[in-house]
């Protein structure tokens, strides 16, 4: 199975549209996994959430998704993000502001049986102690490798420590959120910034950092433990204005980075119609 995971869309529906296609066109997409932020920034945020429901997603609230509702407040938002979310709060419905409000922040995820749907294969994570050969009980792909047949995921927007808040630049952050992952495998947005941890006592800070590139490719051994960040697919800041998304592969046990070209001058004039910050508009050329 493949499964698509994407983060921070941000009502770019341009973009979240390119992606879908784009993933599709390398197989069919078994599961679709967001990391929050589906709103806030773009035009099109009923569109974006409409699109992710249809396809059943497993979805984590980011702090957009809070701001737009209200649950939380935009003092520590900058000015064209209150701005933002100010206006999508206005263009959501009750009805999707509800919906929003039910996501939880943190969910664990097993993609262990192909004939699951997203959302439905919610099972206990596995133990990241337990060894290849260790683990009792039926696997369900005998294709899947040792560590990953028990595949363990926890998605969440932002770090364990600080859900929708803590972003994951750092080494210090990284080990934080690895303190209180229980999954041998962890997934993260929030910065839009596509990147790797892996856990490494032998390594200074304990762990290791690293860009995650456009066609690069993580084994998920179950050796150590990792974090994964797919980057954002409608509002990149690692100076690459392509849509970022990443596909796990239930048999090869990989996950891989994708860039994808869209039409980013069909958001912006949206956005202008809309009247959104210019800042937020012209940021998208810039990838920053
Ligand atoms: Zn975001």
């Known amino acids: 199975m493949r499964v698509l995971i994407v983060s921070d869309i941000h009502a770019n529906l341009v973009a979240l549209e390119t992606v879908l296609r784009d993933a599709a066109a390398g197989g069919p997409i078994g599961a679709l996994w967001n990391l929050g932020d589906c709103v806030g920034y773009g ?9 992710l429901r249809e396809m059943e997603a497993l979805w984590v609230a980011g702090n957009h998704e809070r701001a737009c509702t209200g649950a939380i407040g935009t003092d520590d938002f900058n000015p064209d993000a209150a701005a933002a979310a100010q206006w999508t709060k206005q263009r959501l419905s009750p009805e ?14 097993t993609a262990s049986d192909p004939g699951l749907k997203a959302g439905a294969a919610s099972g206990p994570v596995a133990d990241p102690g337990l060894k290849a050969g260790a683990a009792s009980g039926p696997i369900a792909d005998p294709s899947l490798k040792a560590g990953a047949s028990r595949a363990g995921f926890t998605l969440v927007h932002g770090t364990l420590r600080q859900p ?4 994951l630049y750092s080494h210090e952050a990284a080990m934080g959120h690895l303190q209180l992952q229980r999954s041998p495998f962890g997934l993260v947005g929030h910065t839009h910034v ?16 690293y860009r995650f590139g456009d066609g690069e490719s993580v ?24 849509a970022a998304y990443a596909v796990y592969d239930t048999e090869s046990a990989g996950v891989t980075l994708h860039r994808v070209e869209y039409e980013i001058a069909t958001t912006q004039k949206r956005m202008e119609e809309e009247e959104l910050p210019r800042r937020l508009i012209d940021r998208l050329t810039l990838g920053r």
């Open 194 to 209: 596509p990147l790797i941890v892996i856990e490494d006592a032998g390594a200074p800070h304990g762990c290791e950092l």
């Open 164 to 167: 929708i808040w803590e972003y």
């Open 96 to 109: 999707e502001r509800a919906f929003l409000d039910t996501l939880p922040e943190v969910a664990e995820e």
């Open 219 to 242: 084994e998920l051994s179950g050796e150590r433990r990792l974090v994964i960040n797919p980057g954002s697919v409608g509002q990149p800041r690692d100076g690459d204005p392509r």
């Open 43 to 51: 035009p099109r945020p009923g569109e974006c959430i409409a699109r």
